[in-house]
C-alpha cells in the first residue's frame, strides 16, 4: 500500500499538532500513515533541518508528506511552508480571527501552550495525581471527603487509568474503590462509601471484553472465567441501579471518553486544562 | 475586568478541541477567559441547545463568546456557525485540503478521534500505565529489561507524573528509580540500573523550586531543608555527568515538555498517540 508520513512540528512540545492531526487523520480511515513528531523546533535552523527531513521521506514515499504544525513565529512558519508537502498551520489559519475578535495582537511568543506558564497549574496536576494514586483500589488514604468523585467498579473495568488521566488531564481529584466479592454478595457499599454518595460513579464493561483484559493479567482461573466475570458484572450493575449510581459503559470506548462522560455527567469542574 | 466565555464544542470528548483552543488562548495572556467545555453534541437539537448556551453567556458577559468546536457533521457545524459569538471549526478549515490531498472523502463520522476505534491502542495504554505503576519509585517489579525508559531523580523532581503521563498518552513503558542518600553519598549506581545504562534519563529542578514541592508534603524537618535539597541536587547532578546520563531541567516546563523532552533525546518511539 502507498505510504504517507505525516509530521507533527512544533515549537514546543508537539501535543497539539498531534492531537488536531490525529483528529483529522482518522477521518481518512483507509489510508496508510506513518507519523513523525518533531518538537522544539525554534529556530530557523531547525527550522530548515525539518524542511530537509520532510523532503527526504517524501523522496522516499511513493506519495507527499502532510505536516500539521504550530509555529508561533511568522518566520518559522514562513520556512516549514515551503516544504514540499501539504501544509497545515493552526496558527496561519487561527490567529488573525482571534485578533481581530480579541482587538489585541497575539504574543507570537512559543512555548505558552504546554509550557509552565502556570506553576499553580502544574501543582494542581502533580497534587490531584498523588491523591489518585493515594485513593487508587480503596488505597489506605480514603480521603474521600477530598475526592471530586469516586469511581466504582470491578476489577479491570478501566478505574485507574481513567483517574490518572482525571488528574494528568484536568487536575481533578478521583479516587477509585473496587466492587469485590463482599460488596457484590452483600449488595451493599460500605458506610465510608454511602456517606459519599453523590460522588460515586460507576464503570461497566460487557463481560466477553472484560474477560479478555483479564486474561491479559491471569489466563487461568476464576479470575477470567465466564461465570466469576458475568457474576461480578450483574451484581456490579445491580447495585448501581439500587443506589441510583451513574454510571458509563467502557467496553467501547477510550479513557478520554470515559473521564468526558464522567465531567460530563457529573458537573464536576475541571481545575486545569489540556 | 471584562469577561468572556470560551466554549469548547465537539462531537466526542472536546480534547481536541480544547487542546487547539488553549494553545491559541495562551498566545492572549491578557485576556480572562472562563471555559466551558460542551462534550458529545452529536445530534441537531443538542448543536441547538449549544446555540442557545452560547447565547446565554454572551448575554452574561459584556463580550461575545469565543466557540472552538470538532464537529465532523457538516450539519451539526452549519447550526452551531449560526451562534452569537466567533466561531472557529476545525473541520471546516483544515477538511477539505486534506481531501484534495487525500483525493478522498472524509468519513464524516463522528468518534473516530477518541473513541476507541482501536482496542489495541486502548490496550497498550492501559498496560503502559500498569507497568508505570509497578516500576514507580524503584517499585517492587523492577522490570527493567521491558522500560523504554528509567527516569533517576531525587525525590518529588516529577518522575511519577511524567512516568504516568508517558504511559497515557504515549504508550511508553517509562520505570522511575528515586536516588537516595545511599546512591547519593557513594556516586554510584545499583548494578540492575547500570546493567540499563542506556535506558537511564534524569530529571533535575532547582533547589528553591523543589523545596516549595516538598515543602507542600511536609513542611518541617530535613526533607525539605534548604541544605538537604542542595546536597541532593548537587550529587545528582554530579551523577548524571559521571556516567553521561541524559537529562532535563523540570524547573520551568510542564509534564507534557519533559515528556517530550525525554522522546525527543532518547529516541523512544511512541506506542501511541494522543
Partial sequence: MNERTVFFISDQTGVTAETLGH????????QNFRQVTLPFIDTEDKAREAVQRIAEAGAGDT???????????????AIVRQCDG???????????????EL????????????????????????????????????????????????LL?????????????LALQYGVYAANYPLTDEELEDGNLPDFLMQ??????????????????????RPLGKY?????VRFELREAEKLFRRFSIPNVDTTE????????????????ERRVRP
Same sequence: chains 1, 2.
Fill in 23 to 30: 483528529s483529522l487523520l482518522t477521518q481518512f480511515a483507509s
Fill in 63 to 77: 506519495l507527499r508528506p502532510i505536516v500539521f504544525s504550530t509555529l508561533v513565529q511568522d518566520e518559522l512558519r
Fill in 86 to 100: 501539504l501544509h497545515l498551520d493552526v496558527f496561519d489559519v487561527f490567529l488573525e480571527p482571534l485578533e481581530v
Fill in 103 to 150: 482587538q489585541q495582537k497575539s504574543t507570537h511568543e512559543p512555548g505558552r501552550a504546554h509550557g509552565m506558564s502556570d506553576i499553580d497549574r502544574y501543582m494542581k496536576r502533580i497534587e490531584a495525581t498523588n491523591f489518585a494514586l493515594a485513593n487508587d483500589d480503596g488505597g489506605v488514604s480514603r480521603n474521600y471527603d477530598m475526592a471530586d468523585v469516586i
Fill in 153 to 165: 467498579g470491578v476489577s479491570r473495568s478501566g478505574k485507574t487509568p481513567t483517574c490518572l488521566y
Fill in 196 to 217: 459519599q454518595k453523590e460522588k460515586l460513579f460507576g464503570l461497566t464493561i460487557a463481560p466477553e471484553r472484560l474477560r479478555q483484559v483479564r486474561k491479559e493479567r
Fill in 224 to 228: 477470567s472465567s465466564a461465570q466469576q
Fill in 253 to 268: 470506548i477510550s479513557i478520554e471518553e470515559i473521564s468526558s462522560r464522567i465531567l460530563d455527567s457529573t458537573g464536576v
